[in-house]
């Protein structure tokens, strides 16, 4: 595999799934909660896709990593390593770190989030949770964004 061919992998993998998180993160999330009957069902949805989200980022990040590493042997580290294992790093804290935690406390709490006095310590810590998963998330799109954008550079260059 060659640098160009190389580069073109990684727009590819990386444009697929930003664009499959911008597209959850933007329409599909918004939309379940807004037309499902009750927030639980809608997070219920939403929680068996992010999964699917953060086990692709993951995979995006390593074929970016492994793509470097065969194109580019003798260069030990280049920006796009580093993104890639940024956004690798940031999907694994979000599934294996945060999700576990996340569903402890949805199997304590029973039923519905909304149930909860706002206080509750339960619903004060999925909503910590909550704000830590997106902003994995976030940071794992930033990072693949600057991997795309490295590797569009580099397509440029051999072209």
């Known amino acids: ?28 999330a918004p939309a ?26 993951a ?5 970016v990593m492994l793509v470097e590493w065969r194109v580019s042997p003798r260069t030990p580290v280049t920006g796009r390593i580093v993104a890639g294992f940024v956004t690798v790093v940031s999907c694994a804290i979000a599934q294996f770190g945060i999700a576990p935690r996340i569903a402890a406390i949805r199997a304590q709490i029973g039923g519905s989030l909304d149930s909860l006095p706002a206080g509750d310590a339960r619903r004060v810590a999925f909503g910590r949770l909550h704000g830590l998963t997106v902003a994995w998330l976030g940071i794992a799109a930033f990072a693949a964004l600057i991997a795309l954008a490295l590797a569009v550079r580099a397509q440029r260059r051999e072209l």
């Open 1 to 28: 595999m060659n640098r160009a061919t190389g580069a073109l992998v990684e727009i590819i993998v990386l444009g697929i799934w930003l664009g499959a998180a911008l597209f959850f993160v933007a329409v599909v």
């Open 32 to 57: 379940v909660f807004a037309a499902l009957p009750t927030r639980a069902l809608a997070g219920a949805i939403v929680g068996r896709v992010l999964p699917v989200l953060f086990y692709t980022g």
């Open 59 to 63: 995979v995006a990040g390593l074929v």
